[in-house]
């Protein structure tokens, strides 16, 4: 579990399995389109750089990813079981904005678990803050008309910069701009693990998961 920050060691973490869970939309494969797509490869090596940083500033023990991403599994019972139980314990709930993501049900649905998770979790703890960290894939301009439950989270972070708010960071990687890529990416991390300990999540039942919804779709 995170504990919450000490005197004498205010950045200690101690090793759960997932400190982030990571929302995304890949891009699905057909026969015209067999191989993964450009943006999922930079999406699973952003994941892989973001778990990097996090294991950097905390004493994650590194048996398991800091960072949960479905990646790997086929679609069916055990991966839903798989996505709730990970949802069930992860400490912060990083979704990945481009237009696609709001239009996938699955992402609506693990948004609606997280936000459950944190109803519940407020009902002890009235003061405890947003565990949600959103990350701009692309620039805001593509970002308009968000869906009520997504424009209530702040997902700006001017403090990154008008280069990050404008492209996002596909598309800073996309320009070559390597060094704000990497920077922004360690910034993020730092959030992501600030939040964490801040929030200090309690784990919940997946019971609570039970007939979720798509709150995107929800006006």
């Known amino acids: 579990m995170i504990h919450p920050a000490s005197q004498a060691n205010p950045l200690k973490v101690s090793s759960d399995p997932y400190v982030f869970y990571m929302s995304y939309a890949r891009t699905p494969l057909t026969v015209a389109r067999p191989k993964k797509d450009q943006s999922d490869v930079a999406l699973e090596q952003f994941h892989a750089q973001l778990c990097s940083y996090i294991m950097q500033l905390t004493d994650h023990d590194g048996e398991e990813s800091p960072g949960f991403l479905d990646v790997r599994m086929t679609v069916g019972a055990e991966w839903e079981n798989t996505l709730k139980k990970a949802l069930a314990t992860c400490r912060v709930f990083v979704p990945v904005y481009n237009r696609q993501y709001f239009t996938r049900e699955w992402c609506g649905k693990t948004w609606d678990a997280f936000a459950r998770r944190q109803q519940q979790h407020l009902r002890k703890r009235p003061y405890t803050g ?90």
């Open 130 to 219: 947003n565990a949600i960290v959103p990350v701009l894939w692309v620039g805001t301009q593509y970002l308009r008309d968000l869906p009520p439950v997504a424009a209530k989270v702040q997902y700006c972070h001017p403090d990154l910069g008008k280069d990050y708010l404008q492209s996002g960071l596909y598309g800073l990687r996309q320009a070559g701009r390597h060094v704000k890529h990497r920077s922004t990416v360690w910034a993020l991390a730092q959030t992501i693990f600030e939040v964490a300990q801040q929030t200090s999540l309690e784990p919940c039942d997946v019971e609570l998961f039970r007939d979720l919804r798509n709150v995107f779709e929800e006006e």
